[in-house]
Every structure is written in C-alpha cells, then in structure tokens.
C-alpha cells in the first residue's frame, strides 16, 4: 500500500465531545448509535475510531483537544493508545505537520512555514498541545459529520504569499 492510500476499514466504534468536555465511547450495533450523536444538543463532534489505525487515534486526540476536551480524559486516552511525543512525530510527518522542539516547548506548522510572522504555528509542552495549537489557529471547529479535519486543514492551508509551497 502506498503511503497516500488509505486502506479500507470497518470503523463501528466513534467518540464524540460531550459539552461537558468528556470524550464519550460508543460502539454502533444497529446503525442508530451515530444518529443519536448527529442529533444530540449535547455532542459537540464525532470522531471514527479504528483501533488498529493510529492516525484515527491522534486525530480524536488532537482535534478533540483544540475543540475543549478535558486535559485529563485525553491524558487517560494517550495512555491507553500509547501515544506519546515520539509517536506524534510520526503522525505529523504523514498528515503534513512539521514538529519541532525548543527546550520545553514544542512548536507545530504546515509544510509551507516560512516564519513565525508570516505562517501559522501552534506551541505547546507537548508534541500534541502544539498540534492541538496549531488547529484552533487553522480554524478547526468540531464537526458531527463532514467537518475539516487537521489533517485536511493541514494539506489544504494557503501558502503565504511568496512562499515555496
């Protein structure tokens, strides 16, 4: 499989944002789960999650951030994904997010960053604040269904004027 393609997948779990900033767990039996969440005032947005997909799992961890998930609940899900700043190295590398590390801080742009003047950026003490940084700065709101999502405001992000990309 090229790096580009995206391999086909049964996804039937989901997470979705409470507005009290839990990331809620729920597995689709009959096809009413996903509706449910789509209709409820109290869902912010919905992620898929594919358990053998770490690009699904740093997606929810990163968007669901930038959208006001509780710090806590998304500490407890990299604990359980696995996921620490070694990992999001990787993850940002192929959805076109570049990391870097200054002493503590960590610093997220897109493939066209020019400099901290012109080009946005996000920073955080972790790998995944910074991502999480730099979608709230890209415009990322929560979505229920066919929202951007980093990934794609990521690749799709305007080149500044006079940049190479």
Not at 50 to 67: C, K, M, T
Not at 88 to 112: E, F
Not at 145 to 165: I, N, Q, R, V
Request: charged residues 25%; hydrophobic residues 35%; glycine residues 10%.
């Amino acid at each position: 499989m090229r790096g580009d393609e995206r391999r086909e997948t049964n996804m039937k779990d989901c997470y979705y944002l409470h507005t009290n900033g839990d990331l809620i767990y729920k597995r689709e039996f009959d096809g009413s789960t996903v509706a449910g969440i789509r209709e409820s005032d109290f869902a912010v947005g919905l992620w898929f999650f594919d358990p053998q997909d770490r690009e699904s799992a740093w997606a929810i961890l990163v968007e669901g951030l930038a959208a006001g998930a509780s710090k806590d609940r998304i500490a407890d899900l990299m604990g359980t994904w696995q996921c620490d700043n070694e990992d999001a190295v990787h993850y940002a590398k192929r959805i076109g997010c570049a990391l870097s590390q200054d002493g503590d801080q960590y610093c997220a742009t897109c493939a066209d960053f020019l400099n901290l003047q012109e080009s946005p950026a996000g920073f955080g003490h972790t790998a995944l604040e910074a991502m999480a940084d730099l979608c709230k700065t890209l415009g990322y709101s929560p979505s229920k269904m066919w929202g951007a999502s980093f990934a794609d405001l990521c690749k799709d992000h305007e080149p500044t004027e006079g940049s190479a990309g």
